[in-house]
């Protein structure tokens, strides 16, 4: 997938024009590419729409006219583009109980590193983003990229069922991809 630009964004007066219709359409996006993965981990995979919303929306919220700060957003949030042979997402801890977040994000250490895709028998490790784990303590939200080898890509092509999941200790699960999320991901593939 192609980098984003600042030539990408569009300034503000535009971006509030078209605001309705963009959070619209990102919606039914942002749904067919989230994955609940139990009852508190969710992955939402990234594409070039998602973070040009993204860097959108920071700039609308934070009132940016200035090509500098615009920079800075695309910086920031430019690497959650994947590259046409891997996949973003972004992992997020769901708990809406607050005392219950706090006594399970200890528990949930180095959650970012046990996410895996699995095609056929082939097993594919997230890397998750540095700093966003404390030796007692993990972040709701963390950055992952999938690096897929070519037999992973051509298993996805052939349809092989697609599973995702954690192997950590305090949140082990697997399960299948819907079909749409399976199209969306495949779609990103060498785009």
């Not at 700060?69 to 809406?96: H, R």
């Amino acid at each position: 997938m192609k980098s984003l630009e600042l030539s990408d964004l569009l300034d503000l007066v535009q971006y509030e024009k078209q605001r309705q219709a963009v959070r619209a359409e990102m919606m039914e996006i942002k749904a067919r590419r989230r994955l609940p993965l139990n009852g508190f981990l969710t992955l939402l995979f990234e594409n070039r729409r998602t973070v040009w919303y993204q860097v959108q929306e920071m700039a609308r919220a934070e009132r940016m006219v200035e090509d500098s700060a615009l920079q800075g957003e695309l910086d920031t949030y430019g690497p959650l583009v994947p590259n046409g042979s891997e996949w973003k997402a972004t992992l997020y801890i769901e708990i809406p109980e607050e005392e219950l977040l706090k006594k399970m994000l200890p528990t949930l250490v180095g959650v970012e590193h046990s996410i895996f895709a699995r095609v056929g028998g082939l097993e594919v490790r997230a890397a998750g983003e540095e700093g966003r784990s404390r030796e007692d303590y993990t972040s709701t939200v963390h950055y992952l990229t999938f690096t897929l080898p070519a037999e992973a890509i051509r298993r996805i092509r052939a349809g092989e069922p697609l599973y995702f999941g954690s192997k950590h200790a305090a949140a082990a699960c697997e399960v299948e991809a819907p079909g749409l999320l399976r199209e969306e991901l495949s779609g990103d593939l060498d785009s």
